[in-house]
């Protein structure tokens, strides 16, 4: 057995992997990447097809990203933000104020202008959540109780805050005993629809689709329910525009805007979980602003650095900022911090992988890359096996069933997702599967021949593994 085997099956414990499946083969193992390509220890190349669990934007091994951390190397690489200021962090908080408001005037109150670093996902969302939480309770009075809405399959984190604003059953329902209870809304899965039968199968999808927003209309009753209970949402949470986790699930167009204006009329602040759509991903800098909904707060990870290094950041407006001000003896101080908050190295990374962003060519990039996993994923639409091809920019997720006909899952149990995924990797595609759903994320440097790759080793997985 190679020595980095025999290393990981003795010590390490892999996130979200029964290990017994693990422990009975050899993983891949990765030593370098360029582009959109990863190399394991015996040499394969791999297409990164997931952009390493959706953190990658401009390819691995990038020059720019390399350079910007060699020269902050240079200097230092971590000093505390508990204590004092950094040159780095505060030039991207000014960055990223910059880019969550565009056309904003410097007064408007819904100006996100104020930015807490914390490390991951998972700890934007709970700085998002403490500071909701203690915001209603300063502008509502202490005796309130927040109560927070989210949307059904939500996935916002792993940390028992944002465990309990998520909606997953397999990953939540343990934890139960844990957490503190939110409530769920429908969301818009409209290929599951219970409502009408929408037919993402059939070309005239559309025309055909009979919708009346019921999804909305859900929205709205929740929220009229709690007010009238007299005690309306503290806050209303969603990932804008797709919900990953959830299985790549996207929103029809106009039902962002509709319901944060639903939520927000009936008093409820708007936190907006950009951690997988944030960065371009979507289309827009940040998804949200495809529908011109401003958030109250606005969670960021996953591709602030690039893909790089753990780093996140919640954005908030000035009025919450002011709840929190006072003498020091009134205790009003935001109690919440991390040892690497500010971080100097992951400040770097995030300054090059934005200027990167906004370059024209690599806009024009994304453009022509999206187009052509439109282009691609068209011949997955002739196999049985496939139900539904749903994307939304560069994020695409293809729901596999027995038969697209009835629309019948496959039992979790038969790991169909699973199967096609390692038929993927036989073929030199990585990436991983959400329950049925294979998701195809490709880093922003991909060509076009590559992405013809991915999606025609997806094609021929599903054949191999599903029959069609
Ligand atoms: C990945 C993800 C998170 C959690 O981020 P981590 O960095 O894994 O903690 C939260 N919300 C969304 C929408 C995500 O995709």
Known sequence: MHKLVRLDHAHVWHPFTQMRDWLRREPIVITSGQGAVLRDMRGREYLDANSSIWTNLHGHNHPKLNAALKRQLGKIAHSSALGFANEPASGLAAELVKLANPKRSASSPRRLQKVFFSDDGSTAMEVALKLAYEFTRRTRGPKTKPRFLSLAGAYHGDTVGAVSLGHIDLFHKAYGGLLFKTDQVMSPYCYRCPFNRAKPERADARKTRKCNWECVGKVEAKCAAARKQGNPYAAFVFEPLMQGAAGMIPQPEGWLKRVTDIARGHGALLVADEVMTGFGRTGSVFASQTESVQPDFLALAKGLTGGYLPMAATLTTQRVFDAFLGEYEEFKTFFHGHSYTGNQLGA???LASLELLARSTSVAARATLEKALRRELKSLWSLSNVGDVRQVGLVAGVE??????????????????????EAMARRGVLTRPIGNVVVLMPPYCTTTAQVKRMAGALYEAVEEVLGG
Do not use: Q, S, Y
């Open 400 to 421: 596999l069933v027995r038969d697209w006909r009835t629309r019948e899952p496959f039992a979790l149990a038969e790991r169909a997702g699973i199967r096609v995924c």
């Open 348 to 350: 770097a990374a995030g």
